[in-house]
């Protein structure tokens, strides 16, 4: 799987979602829809990891955690598609150059 095409797969599937459901993601003022979203996600995925460590209520559910996990990567590369960043060569410029024989 390589990450521009899982972006845009996921951006195909934000589309169907926000029409069955009728999002409009533009309303939001300063087109921040995308980046409130990757935080309420990540607000999911604390949630979920404070139940699988035991310091919440409710049943620990390990696939519910990767779940939470995708929501959040999948949320982040709509955002990063919306303020235009290629996150191919932000990963590079940021991470990778670390593997670059030096």
């Given at each position: 799987?390589?990450?521009?095409?899982?972006?845009?797969?996921?951006?195909?599937?934000?589309?169907?979602?926000?029409?069955?459901?009728?999002?409009?993601?533009?309303k939001?003022?300063?087109?921040?829809?995308?980046?409130?979203?990757?935080?309420?996600?990540?607000?999911?995925?604390?949630?979920e990891?404070?139940?699988?460590?035991?310091?919440?209520?409710?049943?620990?559910?390990?696939?519910?955690?990767?779940?939470?996990?995708?929501?959040?990567?999948?949320m982040?590369?709509?955002?990063?598609?919306?303020?235009?960043?290629?996150?191919?060569?932000?990963?590079?410029?940021?991470?990778?150059?670390?593997?670059?024989?030096?």
């Amino acid at each position: 799987m390589d990450l521009k095409g899982l972006q845009d797969s996921v951006l195909q599937i934000s589309d169907i979602y926000a029409r069955e459901h009728g999002i409009d993601r533009d309303k939001a003022a300063s087109g921040d829809w995308a980046l409130l979203k990757v935080q309420e996600e990540l607000g999911e995925l604390v949630a979920e990891h404070l139940r699988t460590t035991g310091r919440a209520r409710g049943a620990a559910d390990h696939a519910k955690l990767g779940d939470e996990a995708a929501d959040v990567l999948g949320m982040l590369l709509i955002y990063c598609r919306a303020a235009d960043i290629d996150i191919e060569q932000a990963m590079q410029r940021k991470w990778l150059h670390w593997l670059e024989p030096r």
